[in-house]
């Protein structure tokens, strides 16, 4: 449980829920980053064609040895968020990938079936480029008491925690950890930043 500053002095308000995002920056990320982008690059040609995005590349980055001391750092800080939860097993990734955007490219959302925890590392991105969004597991409030309308969202009357969606900007270095069961999804690459790399594991 989290107490927030309700902002009157008679009510307490206690944060439960919708759900936890994890955030770690990588202090080694600048030394090693520029080596694991150039062995993506000669993976690439490698990988099963794309289903989907021509972003994605399936590649078990989790494996990699080429990866190793960020693998370790990664497990770690999900090791760090599943402690938190109060998990009695560790999560260990069963699947891995990396996306390459370029123009035109983004995500729809979508959740990760079968998985208990997803992550996104960043390894190339420009901070203005497209953002990641996550959408609240809350389900929709039908009953409307913000009185959203078709022509005003009235996201001025929201906060952190009532809010339906949050972005993250892409930072280099800049580890994201989420419940698979969370919808999430990127805004479209309409910009001419380097293209944004990334490195995503799934784990349970
Ligand atoms: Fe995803």
């Keep these: 449980m989290i107490e927030i500053e309700s902002g009157s002095p008679k009510l307490k308000i206690h944060g439960w829920f919708p759900t936890l995002v994890g955030l770690s ?6 030394k090693e980053a520029p080596a694991i982008i150039k062995h993506l690059q000669k993976v690439k040609p490698k990988c099963p064609p794309s289903r989907g995005a021509p972003s994605f590349f399936l590649h ?3 494996k ?3 990866l ?3 693998n370790q750092w990664i497990q770690a800080r999900v090791d760090d968020y599943t402690k938190f939860y109060g998990f009695p097993k560790k999560c260990k990734p069963v699947e891995s990938w990396f996306h390459c955007y370029k123009k035109s490219n983004d995500n729809p959302v979508h959740v990760h079936l079968g998985r208990t925890i997803s992550i996104i590392y960043y390894l190339q991105s420009h901070p203005d480029d497209s953002r990641v969004i996550l959408y ?3 389900p929709v409030d039908m009953r409307n008491p913000f009185n959203i309308t078709a022509n005003d969202a009235k996201e ?6 009532t809010s339906t969606e949050c972005f993250y900007k892409p930072l280099e270095g ?3 950890i989420f419940r698979s069961y969370v919808h999430h999804g990127t805004e479209l690459k309409m910009n001419n930043f380097k293209d944004r ?4 594991w799934d784990l349970k």
Excluded: V
């Design 174 to 176: 800049m580890l994201l």
């Design 60 to 62: 078990s980055c989790h």
């Design 136 to 138: 609240s597991p809350t």
């Design 25 to 30: 920056m990588y202090q080694d990320h600048h």
């Design 64 to 66: 990699d040895p080429k």
């Design 68 to 70: 190793k001391k960020l």
């Design 156 to 161: 001025d009357l929201k906060n952190h925690l």
């Design 197 to 200: 790399i990334l490195i995503s």
